[in-house]
Protein backbone atom coordinates (compact mmCIF):
# COMPACT_ATOMS: atom_id res chain seq x y z
CA UNK A 1 0.00 0.00 0.00
CA UNK A 2 1.84 3.59 -1.07
CA UNK A 3 0.16 5.74 2.02
CA UNK A 4 3.91 7.31 3.28
CA UNK A 5 3.46 10.07 5.01
CA UNK A 6 2.95 13.21 2.88
CA UNK A 7 3.34 16.66 3.26
CA UNK A 8 0.56 18.27 5.40
CA UNK A 9 -1.81 20.71 3.74
CA UNK A 10 -4.71 20.82 5.47
CA UNK A 11 -6.52 21.29 2.35
CA UNK A 12 -6.22 18.18 0.75
CA UNK A 13 -8.67 15.18 1.68
CA UNK A 14 -6.50 12.41 1.87
CA UNK A 15 -7.89 8.57 1.81
CA UNK A 16 -6.55 4.60 1.08
CA UNK A 17 -8.55 3.16 -1.89
CA UNK A 18 -7.34 -0.42 -3.50
CA UNK A 19 -4.63 0.30 -1.36
CA UNK A 20 -3.22 3.34 -2.72
CA UNK A 21 -3.56 6.76 -1.15
CA UNK A 22 -5.45 9.35 -2.82
CA UNK A 23 -5.50 13.21 -2.16
CA UNK A 24 -8.18 14.91 -3.51
CA UNK A 25 -8.75 18.50 -3.52
CA UNK A 26 -10.63 21.16 -5.75
CA UNK A 27 -13.54 19.13 -5.35
CA UNK A 28 -17.09 20.70 -4.18
CA UNK A 29 -17.62 19.86 -0.52
CA UNK A 30 -20.78 18.25 -1.58
CA UNK A 31 -19.55 15.61 -4.12
CA UNK A 32 -20.67 12.38 -2.83
CA UNK A 33 -18.59 9.55 -2.44
CA UNK A 34 -20.66 7.94 -5.29
CA UNK A 35 -20.33 10.74 -7.70
CA UNK A 36 -16.23 10.80 -7.03
CA UNK A 37 -16.18 7.32 -7.63
CA UNK A 38 -18.26 7.20 -11.05
CA UNK A 39 -17.33 10.09 -12.16
CA UNK A 40 -13.91 11.28 -10.87
CA UNK A 41 -12.04 8.00 -10.20
CA UNK A 42 -14.12 6.50 -13.20
CA UNK A 43 -14.73 2.97 -11.23
CA UNK A 44 -18.13 2.11 -12.30
CA UNK A 45 -18.79 -0.70 -10.30
CA UNK A 46 -20.72 1.11 -7.32
CA UNK A 47 -24.34 1.79 -8.63
CA UNK A 48 -26.62 4.66 -8.48
CA UNK A 49 -30.18 3.79 -7.53
CA UNK A 50 -32.28 5.94 -5.06
CA UNK A 51 -29.55 8.05 -4.47
CA UNK A 52 -31.02 8.91 -0.79
CA UNK A 53 -29.37 5.93 1.15
CA UNK A 54 -32.66 3.61 0.45
CA UNK A 55 -31.70 0.80 -2.00
CA UNK A 56 -28.45 0.26 -1.20
CA UNK A 57 -26.91 -0.09 -4.73
CA UNK A 58 -24.20 1.85 -3.64
CA UNK A 59 -22.54 0.23 -0.38
CA UNK A 60 -18.92 0.13 -0.06
CA UNK A 61 -17.29 -0.47 2.92
CA UNK A 62 -15.50 2.42 4.95
CA UNK A 63 -12.15 1.24 7.45
CA UNK A 64 -11.41 3.34 10.32
CA UNK A 65 -8.89 3.28 12.56
CA UNK A 66 -10.23 1.74 16.01
CA UNK A 67 -9.54 3.80 19.11
CA UNK A 68 -6.80 1.34 20.05
CA UNK A 69 -4.61 2.68 17.51
CA UNK A 70 -3.97 -1.34 16.53
CA UNK A 71 -6.78 -2.74 14.40
CA UNK A 72 -9.63 -0.99 11.55
CA UNK A 73 -13.09 -0.94 11.54
CA UNK A 74 -14.78 -1.83 8.78
CA UNK A 75 -18.38 -0.85 8.03
CA UNK A 76 -20.69 -0.85 5.31
CA UNK A 77 -21.92 2.68 4.63
CA UNK A 78 -24.53 4.28 1.77
CA UNK A 79 -21.88 6.30 -1.06
CA UNK A 80 -24.99 8.12 -2.18
CA UNK A 81 -25.50 10.80 0.10
CA UNK A 82 -22.05 10.39 2.34
CA UNK A 83 -19.82 14.07 1.27
CA UNK A 84 -16.19 13.23 0.30
CA UNK A 85 -14.41 14.98 2.51
CA UNK A 86 -15.59 13.05 5.69
CA UNK A 87 -13.74 10.14 3.72
CA UNK A 88 -10.69 11.95 4.77
CA UNK A 89 -7.65 9.61 6.96
CA UNK A 90 -10.16 6.35 6.18
CA UNK A 91 -9.94 4.00 3.93
CA UNK A 92 -13.01 3.21 0.77
CA UNK A 93 -12.89 -0.32 -0.13
CA UNK A 94 -15.52 -1.13 -2.79
CA UNK A 95 -16.40 -4.19 -4.79
CA UNK A 96 -13.97 -3.49 -7.46
CA UNK A 97 -11.31 -4.10 -4.83
CA UNK A 98 -12.52 -7.47 -3.64
CA UNK A 99 -10.92 -9.30 -6.85
CA UNK A 100 -7.52 -10.61 -6.62
CA UNK A 101 -4.78 -9.40 -8.82
CA UNK A 102 -4.81 -12.82 -10.37
CA UNK A 103 -8.56 -12.40 -11.37
CA UNK A 104 -9.69 -14.99 -8.75
CA UNK A 105 -13.06 -13.76 -7.33
CA UNK A 106 -12.89 -13.27 -3.42
CA UNK A 107 -15.22 -15.72 -1.06
CA UNK A 108 -18.49 -13.32 -0.95
CA UNK A 109 -18.26 -13.12 -5.10
CA UNK A 110 -17.31 -16.88 -5.46
CA UNK A 111 -20.88 -17.88 -3.23
CA UNK A 112 -23.02 -15.10 -4.90
CA UNK A 113 -22.12 -17.17 -8.28
CA UNK A 114 -22.49 -20.58 -6.62
CA UNK A 115 -25.81 -20.09 -5.59
CA UNK A 116 -27.07 -18.15 -8.69
CA UNK A 117 -27.69 -15.14 -6.20
CA UNK A 118 -27.74 -12.33 -9.35
CA UNK A 119 -30.27 -11.58 -11.66
CA UNK A 120 -30.09 -8.41 -13.57
CA UNK A 121 -26.99 -7.53 -11.39
CA UNK A 122 -27.65 -3.70 -10.60
CA UNK A 123 -28.32 -4.43 -7.07
CA UNK A 124 -25.57 -6.90 -6.44
CA UNK A 125 -22.58 -4.27 -6.07
CA UNK A 126 -24.50 -3.56 -3.03
CA UNK A 127 -25.26 -6.82 -1.52
CA UNK A 128 -21.59 -8.15 -2.26
CA UNK A 129 -20.48 -4.92 0.17
CA UNK A 130 -22.87 -5.41 2.65
CA UNK A 131 -21.95 -9.13 3.02
CA UNK A 132 -18.04 -8.15 2.62
CA UNK A 133 -18.75 -6.27 5.37
CA UNK A 134 -20.10 -9.34 7.50
CA UNK A 135 -17.81 -11.48 6.34
CA UNK A 136 -15.14 -8.76 8.44
CA UNK A 137 -17.00 -9.02 11.16
CA UNK A 138 -18.02 -12.34 11.51
CA UNK A 139 -15.93 -15.62 11.88
CA UNK A 140 -19.15 -17.55 11.31
CA UNK A 141 -22.89 -15.44 10.60
CA UNK A 142 -25.89 -17.78 10.95
CA UNK A 143 -29.12 -16.66 8.46
CA UNK A 144 -30.28 -14.09 10.76
CA UNK A 145 -27.17 -12.19 10.71
CA UNK A 146 -26.69 -12.32 6.95
CA UNK A 147 -30.45 -11.41 7.05
CA UNK A 148 -30.15 -8.34 9.37
CA UNK A 149 -26.84 -7.55 7.35
CA UNK A 150 -28.96 -7.56 4.50
CA UNK A 151 -31.97 -5.37 5.45
CA UNK A 152 -30.33 -1.92 4.16
CA UNK A 153 -30.09 -3.46 0.28
CA UNK A 154 -33.29 -4.27 -1.90
CA UNK A 155 -33.19 -6.34 -4.50
CA UNK A 156 -36.07 -5.41 -7.41
CA UNK A 157 -35.95 -8.90 -8.69
CA UNK A 158 -37.11 -10.21 -5.74
CA UNK A 159 -33.99 -12.74 -5.62
CA UNK A 160 -33.34 -12.87 -1.27
CA UNK A 161 -33.86 -16.45 -0.72
CA UNK A 162 -30.17 -17.16 -2.97
CA UNK A 163 -28.60 -14.19 -2.11
CA UNK A 164 -29.08 -14.96 1.71
CA UNK A 165 -27.60 -18.65 0.99
CA UNK A 166 -24.54 -16.92 -0.62
CA UNK A 167 -24.13 -14.70 2.99
CA UNK A 168 -24.47 -18.16 4.98
CA UNK A 169 -22.06 -19.94 1.91
CA UNK A 170 -18.94 -17.26 2.18
CA UNK A 171 -17.90 -18.49 5.13
CA UNK A 172 -16.89 -21.88 4.20
CA UNK A 173 -14.58 -21.16 1.02
CA UNK A 174 -10.55 -21.34 2.10
CA UNK A 175 -9.68 -17.73 3.11
CA UNK A 176 -8.21 -15.60 0.46
CA UNK A 177 -4.52 -13.94 0.06
CA UNK A 178 -6.65 -10.54 -0.31
CA UNK A 179 -8.93 -8.95 1.57
CA UNK A 180 -9.34 -12.68 4.05
CA UNK A 181 -9.69 -11.28 7.95
CA UNK A 182 -6.32 -11.28 8.35
CA UNK A 183 -5.60 -9.32 5.44
CA UNK A 184 -7.65 -6.72 6.45
CA UNK A 185 -6.06 -6.28 9.54
CA UNK A 186 -2.69 -6.29 8.09
CA UNK A 187 0.40 -4.40 9.64
CA UNK A 188 0.54 -2.80 6.36
CA UNK A 189 -2.85 -1.36 6.22
CA UNK A 190 -3.29 -0.31 9.86
CA UNK A 191 0.34 1.54 8.82
CA UNK A 192 -1.74 3.23 6.37
CA UNK A 193 -4.06 4.48 7.96
CA UNK A 194 -1.45 5.94 10.89
CA UNK A 195 0.39 7.82 8.83
CA UNK A 196 -2.79 9.68 7.67
CA UNK A 197 -3.60 10.03 11.18
CA UNK A 198 -0.13 11.52 11.66
CA UNK A 199 -0.39 13.96 9.17
CA UNK A 200 -4.16 14.64 10.81
CA UNK A 201 -2.27 15.83 13.95
CA UNK A 202 0.30 17.49 12.80
CA UNK A 203 -2.02 19.96 10.71
CA UNK A 204 -4.58 22.52 11.50
CA UNK A 205 -8.52 20.90 10.98
CA UNK A 206 -8.86 20.08 7.54
CA UNK A 207 -10.66 23.06 5.48
CA UNK A 208 -11.89 23.06 1.80
CA UNK A 209 -13.67 25.26 0.13
CA UNK A 210 -17.41 25.57 1.62
CA UNK A 211 -16.11 22.27 4.45
CA UNK A 212 -14.02 22.42 7.38
CA UNK A 213 -13.84 19.35 10.07
CA UNK A 214 -11.98 20.89 13.75
CA UNK A 215 -10.45 18.83 15.52
CA UNK A 216 -11.56 20.03 19.02
CA UNK A 217 -14.88 21.09 20.95
CA UNK A 218 -13.14 24.34 21.65
CA UNK A 219 -12.30 24.75 17.78
CA UNK A 220 -15.84 23.42 16.64
CA UNK A 221 -17.21 26.28 19.07
CA UNK A 222 -15.47 29.04 17.80
CA UNK A 223 -16.00 28.22 14.10
CA UNK A 224 -19.77 28.43 14.93
CA UNK A 225 -19.47 31.64 16.55
CA UNK A 226 -17.21 33.40 13.81
CA UNK A 227 -19.89 31.72 11.13
CA UNK A 228 -23.38 31.23 12.81
CA UNK A 229 -24.57 30.51 9.17
CA UNK A 230 -22.87 27.38 8.65
CA UNK A 231 -24.40 23.89 8.66
CA UNK A 232 -23.20 21.47 11.69
CA UNK A 233 -22.62 18.41 9.79
CA UNK A 234 -22.76 15.32 11.14
CA UNK A 235 -23.31 11.73 9.76
CA UNK A 236 -25.55 13.51 6.52
CA UNK A 237 -27.93 10.88 5.91
CA UNK A 238 -30.10 13.43 6.12
CA UNK A 239 -28.30 16.85 4.71
CA UNK A 240 -27.67 14.10 1.53
CA UNK A 241 -30.52 13.97 0.51
CA UNK A 242 -30.62 17.82 0.80
CA UNK A 243 -28.51 17.98 -2.25
CA UNK A 244 -29.30 14.59 -3.93
CA UNK A 245 -32.97 15.10 -4.43
CA UNK A 246 -33.70 18.63 -3.91
CA UNK A 247 -30.96 20.28 -5.43
CA UNK A 248 -29.71 22.78 -2.78
CA UNK A 249 -26.69 24.78 -2.42
CA UNK A 250 -25.83 24.56 1.35
CA UNK A 251 -23.82 26.89 2.98
CA UNK A 252 -20.22 26.23 4.54
CA UNK A 253 -20.55 22.83 5.91
CA UNK A 254 -18.50 22.57 9.53
CA UNK A 255 -18.30 18.62 10.39
CA UNK A 256 -18.07 17.35 13.63
CA UNK A 257 -17.11 13.90 13.13
CA UNK A 258 -13.04 15.06 13.82
CA UNK A 259 -14.14 15.86 17.26
CA UNK A 260 -12.76 13.06 19.63
CA UNK A 261 -14.65 14.80 22.76
CA UNK A 262 -17.77 14.07 20.70
CA UNK A 263 -16.84 10.47 19.91
CA UNK A 264 -17.26 9.71 23.25
CA UNK A 265 -19.45 7.73 25.07
CA UNK A 266 -19.21 7.87 29.30
CA UNK A 267 -21.26 7.53 32.49
CA UNK A 268 -21.75 10.34 34.17
CA UNK A 269 -24.06 11.49 37.62
CA UNK A 270 -27.11 12.35 35.42
CA UNK A 271 -26.73 9.32 32.81
CA UNK A 272 -25.23 7.97 30.04
CA UNK A 273 -23.45 10.87 28.19
CA UNK A 274 -23.31 10.62 24.06
CA UNK A 275 -21.75 12.78 21.84
CA UNK A 276 -22.46 14.59 19.02
CA UNK A 277 -20.54 12.55 16.63
CA UNK A 278 -21.44 9.37 18.04
CA UNK A 279 -23.16 6.96 15.25
CA UNK A 280 -26.26 4.93 15.57
CA UNK A 281 -24.12 1.67 15.36
CA UNK A 282 -22.65 3.02 19.01
CA UNK A 283 -25.35 4.46 20.76
CA UNK A 284 -27.69 2.12 20.15
CA UNK A 285 -25.65 -0.92 22.17
CA UNK A 286 -25.15 1.86 24.81
CA UNK A 287 -28.78 2.61 25.16
CA UNK A 288 -29.72 -0.88 25.17
CA UNK A 289 -27.14 -2.11 28.12
CA UNK A 290 -29.06 0.27 30.13
CA UNK A 291 -33.15 0.36 28.93
CA UNK A 292 -33.07 -3.27 27.26
CA UNK A 293 -36.65 -2.32 26.58
CA UNK A 294 -35.73 -0.30 23.52
CA UNK A 295 -34.63 -3.53 21.87
CA UNK A 296 -37.45 -3.06 19.34
CA UNK A 297 -36.44 0.61 18.13
CA UNK A 298 -33.08 -0.44 18.09
CA UNK A 299 -33.09 -3.04 15.47
CA UNK A 300 -35.31 -1.11 13.35
CA UNK A 301 -34.27 2.04 13.32
CA UNK A 302 -32.81 2.38 9.63
CA UNK A 303 -30.52 0.12 8.24
CA UNK A 304 -27.09 -1.00 9.08
CA UNK A 305 -25.20 1.18 6.56
CA UNK A 306 -27.38 4.49 7.77
CA UNK A 307 -26.60 3.73 11.36
CA UNK A 308 -22.79 3.71 10.67
CA UNK A 309 -23.19 6.86 9.14
CA UNK A 310 -25.88 9.00 11.06
CA UNK A 311 -25.79 9.55 14.60
CA UNK A 312 -28.40 10.01 17.71
CA UNK A 313 -27.42 13.44 18.22
CA UNK A 314 -27.88 14.33 14.57
CA UNK A 315 -31.70 12.59 14.88
CA UNK A 316 -32.07 14.43 17.86
CA UNK A 317 -30.78 18.13 16.07
CA UNK A 318 -32.39 16.91 13.20
CA UNK A 319 -36.25 17.17 15.21
CA UNK A 320 -38.51 15.38 12.25
CA UNK A 321 -41.53 14.51 13.95
CA UNK A 322 -40.97 11.05 12.46
CA UNK A 323 -37.25 10.77 14.24
CA UNK A 324 -37.78 7.48 15.98
CA UNK A 325 -35.26 7.96 18.77
CA UNK A 326 -37.09 11.17 20.25
CA UNK A 327 -39.73 9.83 21.35
CA UNK A 328 -37.91 7.02 23.42
CA UNK A 329 -35.47 9.44 24.57
CA UNK A 330 -38.22 12.12 25.47
CA UNK A 331 -40.05 8.92 27.61
CA UNK A 332 -36.91 8.48 29.67
CA UNK A 333 -36.22 12.37 30.46
CA UNK A 334 -33.13 12.93 28.72
CA UNK A 335 -31.09 15.86 27.97
CA UNK A 336 -29.43 18.07 25.88
CA UNK A 337 -26.23 19.81 26.37
CA UNK A 338 -25.59 22.66 24.26
CA UNK A 339 -22.66 24.79 23.63
CA UNK A 340 -22.36 28.28 21.94
CA UNK A 341 -18.60 29.53 22.35
CA UNK A 342 -17.57 29.00 25.72
CA UNK A 343 -20.96 29.17 27.22
CA UNK A 344 -22.85 25.44 28.08
CA UNK A 345 -26.43 24.83 28.91
CA UNK A 346 -28.45 21.84 29.49
CA UNK A 347 -31.94 21.86 27.84
CA UNK A 348 -34.51 18.77 28.67
CA UNK A 349 -34.83 17.19 25.12
CA UNK A 350 -39.03 17.44 25.84
CA UNK A 351 -38.83 21.97 25.49
CA UNK A 352 -36.31 21.82 22.50
CA UNK A 353 -38.88 21.42 20.13
CA UNK A 354 -40.78 24.32 19.51
CA UNK A 355 -42.46 23.48 15.82
CA UNK A 356 -42.13 21.80 12.90
CA UNK A 357 -38.69 22.19 12.45
CA UNK A 358 -38.41 24.64 14.90
CA UNK A 359 -35.74 24.65 17.71
CA UNK A 360 -34.70 26.14 20.55
CA UNK A 361 -30.97 26.60 19.51
CA UNK A 362 -29.29 30.14 18.64
CA UNK A 363 -27.33 31.14 15.60
CA UNK A 364 -23.94 29.63 16.35
CA UNK A 365 -24.72 27.20 18.85
CA UNK A 366 -24.49 23.67 18.44
CA UNK A 367 -25.53 20.33 20.55
CA UNK A 368 -22.63 18.62 22.30
CA UNK A 369 -24.44 15.24 23.51
CA UNK A 370 -27.43 13.96 24.76
CA UNK A 371 -27.81 12.83 28.74
CA UNK A 372 -29.93 9.93 29.05
CA UNK A 373 -30.89 9.48 32.67
CA UNK A 374 -30.24 5.56 34.65
CA UNK A 375 -33.12 3.36 34.37
CA UNK A 376 -35.73 3.96 37.59
CA UNK A 377 -36.34 1.18 39.73
CA UNK A 378 -39.51 -0.11 39.05
CA UNK A 379 -40.92 1.71 36.15
CA UNK A 380 -42.92 -0.02 33.26
CA UNK A 381 -41.25 0.81 29.90
CA UNK A 382 -41.86 -0.33 26.40
CA UNK A 383 -41.43 1.45 22.81
CA UNK A 384 -43.23 0.66 19.44
CA UNK A 385 -42.99 1.62 16.00
CA UNK A 386 -45.72 0.88 13.39
CA UNK A 387 -44.96 1.06 10.34
CA UNK A 388 -45.85 -0.37 6.75
CA UNK A 389 -42.70 -2.34 6.78
CA UNK A 390 -40.55 -4.16 9.82
CA UNK A 391 -37.31 -3.07 8.13
CA UNK A 392 -35.91 0.77 6.47
CA UNK A 393 -40.09 2.08 6.93
CA UNK A 394 -40.56 5.33 8.25
CA UNK A 395 -42.77 5.51 11.02
CA UNK A 396 -46.67 6.02 10.55
CA UNK A 397 -46.90 6.23 14.31
CA UNK A 398 -43.99 5.63 17.11
CA UNK A 399 -44.28 5.29 20.90
CA UNK A 400 -42.46 5.40 24.18
CA UNK A 401 -44.09 4.58 27.40
CA UNK A 402 -42.42 5.06 30.77
CA UNK A 403 -44.60 4.68 33.57
CA UNK A 404 -43.76 4.02 37.62
CA UNK A 405 -46.82 2.13 39.18
CA UNK A 406 -46.48 2.19 43.41
CA UNK A 407 -49.27 0.46 45.42
CA UNK A 408 -51.25 -0.63 42.50
CA UNK A 409 -51.65 2.93 41.54
CA UNK A 410 -49.55 4.98 38.79
CA UNK A 411 -47.00 8.11 40.34
CA UNK A 412 -45.19 8.97 37.14
CA UNK A 413 -46.34 8.50 33.44
CA UNK A 414 -44.28 9.84 31.04
CA UNK A 415 -46.34 9.04 27.56
CA UNK A 416 -44.24 10.07 24.13
CA UNK A 417 -45.40 9.75 20.38
CA UNK A 418 -44.22 10.90 16.94
CA UNK A 419 -45.70 11.14 14.31
CA UNK A 420 -48.99 12.55 15.51
CA UNK A 421 -47.97 15.93 15.42
CA UNK A 422 -45.79 18.75 13.97
CA UNK A 423 -43.17 17.85 16.57
CA UNK A 424 -42.56 14.71 19.09
CA UNK A 425 -44.48 15.25 22.54
CA UNK A 426 -45.97 14.03 25.13
CA UNK A 427 -49.16 13.34 25.41
CA UNK A 428 -49.84 15.34 28.91
CA UNK A 429 -53.43 14.66 28.95
CA UNK A 430 -53.41 11.01 28.75
CA UNK A 431 -50.61 11.20 31.49
CA UNK A 432 -52.62 13.76 33.59
CA UNK A 433 -55.76 10.69 33.55
CA UNK A 434 -52.86 8.43 34.62
CA UNK A 435 -51.79 10.04 37.49
CA UNK A 436 -52.76 8.96 40.83
CA UNK A 437 -55.24 6.32 39.25
CA UNK A 438 -55.08 2.32 39.44
CA UNK A 439 -52.80 0.94 37.50
CA UNK A 440 -56.27 -0.98 35.80
CA UNK A 441 -57.90 -1.44 32.23
CA UNK A 442 -60.45 1.33 33.02
CA UNK A 443 -57.52 3.90 33.59
CA UNK A 444 -55.83 3.23 30.37
CA UNK A 445 -59.24 3.44 28.72
CA UNK A 446 -59.82 6.82 29.93
CA UNK A 447 -55.98 7.70 28.82
CA UNK A 448 -56.59 6.52 25.40
CA UNK A 449 -59.64 8.46 25.19
CA UNK A 450 -57.34 11.51 26.41
CA UNK A 451 -55.14 11.44 23.43
CA UNK A 452 -57.93 13.07 21.53
CA UNK A 453 -56.55 16.15 23.05
CA UNK A 454 -53.26 15.75 22.82
CA UNK A 455 -53.08 15.38 19.03
CA UNK A 456 -55.23 16.49 16.12
CA UNK A 457 -52.98 13.95 13.40
CA UNK A 458 -52.35 14.70 10.13
CA UNK A 459 -53.35 12.10 7.10
CA UNK A 460 -50.83 11.44 4.41
CA UNK A 461 -49.37 8.30 1.83
CA UNK A 462 -48.26 6.69 5.36
CA UNK A 463 -51.59 6.85 6.94
CA UNK A 464 -54.70 8.63 8.07
CA UNK A 465 -55.24 10.81 10.79
CA UNK A 466 -58.15 8.35 12.05
CA UNK A 467 -55.64 5.66 11.92
CA UNK A 468 -52.93 7.05 13.72
CA UNK A 469 -55.51 7.74 16.70
CA UNK A 470 -56.85 4.77 16.97
CA UNK A 471 -53.04 2.92 16.83
CA UNK A 472 -51.94 5.70 19.54
CA UNK A 473 -54.56 3.95 21.20
CA UNK A 474 -54.09 0.78 20.84
CA UNK A 475 -50.69 1.07 21.38
CA UNK A 476 -51.00 2.14 24.78
CA UNK A 477 -53.67 -0.60 25.74
CA UNK A 478 -50.92 -2.98 24.10
CA UNK A 479 -48.59 -1.63 26.40
CA UNK A 480 -50.49 -2.32 29.78
CA UNK A 481 -51.88 -5.57 28.34
CA UNK A 482 -48.13 -6.47 28.24
CA UNK A 483 -47.14 -5.50 31.88
CA UNK A 484 -49.90 -7.90 32.97
CA UNK A 485 -48.19 -10.43 31.10
CA UNK A 486 -44.54 -9.63 33.17
CA UNK A 487 -43.26 -7.89 30.47
CA UNK A 488 -43.05 -10.17 27.62
CA UNK A 489 -44.37 -9.07 24.49
CA UNK A 490 -47.94 -9.44 23.30
CA UNK A 491 -47.53 -10.59 19.43
CA UNK A 492 -50.74 -9.77 17.77
CA UNK A 493 -52.08 -9.87 14.29
CA UNK A 494 -52.10 -7.70 11.81
CA UNK A 495 -50.01 -4.74 11.04
CA UNK A 496 -47.71 -5.32 14.35
CA UNK A 497 -50.84 -5.25 16.22
CA UNK A 498 -51.65 -1.62 16.56
CA UNK A 499 -55.15 -1.26 14.64
CA UNK A 500 -56.77 -4.81 15.99
Known amino acids: MGASEPANASGTVRFVLDGKLVSASGLPPTLTVLEYLRNVAGLSDTKEGCAEGDCGACTVVLGELAEDGVSIQYRPINSCIRFLPTLDGKE ?44 LQQDAPDRAAVTEALSGNL ?66 ASALVAAPDSLVLAGGTDVGLWVTKLLRELPPIVYVGEVAELRQIRSTERGLWIGAAVTLSAAWPALLAAHPELAE ?41 LRKGRRTRRLALEHFYLGYQKKDLAPGELVVAVVVPAAQAGRKLASYKVSKRIEQDISAVCATFAVVVQG ?20 RHAEAALMGQPWSAESIDAAGAALAQDFEPLTDLRASAAYRSRVAGNLLRRFYLEQLLHGEPLRLAAVHGAAT
Open 408 to 427: GVVTDARLAFGGMAAIPARA
Open 92 to 135: LVTAGSLKARDGSLHPVQQAMVDEHASQCGFCTPGFVMSLFALY
Open 155 to 220: CRCTGYRPIIDAGCRMVRYAPPAHWSRADSQSAERVDALRALARVRSHGAALEVAGFRAPRSLDEL
Open 297 to 337: QGKRFASPPIRNSATLVGNLANGSPIGDSIPALIALGAELE
